[in-house]
């Protein structure tokens, strides 16, 4: 089992940058596919970047919404994974979580991941 906890959101504004961390305890994040979801008030949980397992370069895949403005890393060293996120706007405000899944990457359901950490708010001013 692992335990997944996040930081590094804030209040930004518009076209800021921002970079959040998923810190793993118990077990390798590399054992697992990582991946970021996030949530905004009255929505889904909605998919947002995902990296494959390994202690190699990571495939990656992304939403749309955030393809080209985001990017998922790890920091294996650190037993970490990354969101660097850029170009920011109003529309990513929201909770954001990572979690875990040992399933066969790419997974991109949120009933597919197995373990989550408990958020982190992102806020996004005009």
């Known amino acids: 089992q692992v335990l997944l906890v996040e930081s590094g959101g804030g209040l930004v504004q518009a076209g800021d940058s921002l970079r959040l961390s998923c810190t793993a305890s118990?077990?390798?994040?590399?054992?697992?596919?990582m991946a970021w979801f996030r949530q905004a008030p009255g929505k889904e949980r909605e998919f947002v970047a995902t990296?494959?397992?390994?202690?190699?370069?990571?495939?990656?895949y992304y939403a749309d919404s955030v393809k080209g403005r985001f990017t998922i890393d790890r920091d294996n060293a650190k037993n970490t994974v990354i969101l660097q996120m850029t170009s920011l706007e109003f529309e990513d405000t929201a909770v954001y979580y990572c979690a875990a899944s040992v399933k066969t990457w790419p997974v991109i359901r949120k009933e597919d991941y197995d373990y989550w950490g408990q958020g982190t708010q992102v806020t996004v001013s005009t």
């Open positions: 990296i494959t397992r390994g202690r190699g370069v990571g495939l990656t």
């Open positions: 118990g077990r390798a994040n590399s054992d697992y596919v």
